[in-house]
């Protein structure tokens, strides 16, 4: 089974657009369905028929919510470890350059922000190394090389 690493901020977002989803949004879609039936022949009614496609759509997300949140592991605020782990904020070095990444689980990876995945290549190739290892991270672009200086 596999496990979906999440910040508590993040699972809690995610258990508020459930229940947001569960109520609020089955009520709408249910509403809308009604008063497309009042316009009559619904094999020609293109309200109905978009109806019962953005329900189909919140019935699958809340499905996909439901099994994520199965399977959700928090992630733990690490301190002292020697090595990188999912939750980690770790600062590496990439020639003369200075990057700081923080290890999440694919669900809240954002790179733009520095949140890197751990099952992207990068957050791959960094998990369980040590402060002055060098990591060599095999991506689309071809091979880089990044030296761990600090992690937190």
Known sequence: MDKYYLTE??????????????????LEIAEQLKRAKEY?????????????????????????????????????KTAGNDH????????????????QYHIVGSNESKPEEGKVSNESPLGRGLLNAKVGEDVIVVTPAGKASYQITKIE
């Open 9 to 26: 901020e993040r699972l809690r977002e995610l258990k508020e657009e459930l229940e947001t989803l569960k109520t609020k949004t089955r």
């Open 84 to 99: 990188v782990e999912v939750g980690s904020h770790v600062t590496v070095r990439k020639g003369d350059d200075i990057f």
């Open 40 to 76: 009559g022949d619904l094999s020609e009614n293109s309200e109905y028929a978009e109806a019962r496609e953005e329900q189909s759509h919140v019935e699958a997300r809340i499905f996909e919510l439901e099994n994520l949140l199965k399977r959700a592991v928090i992630i733990q």
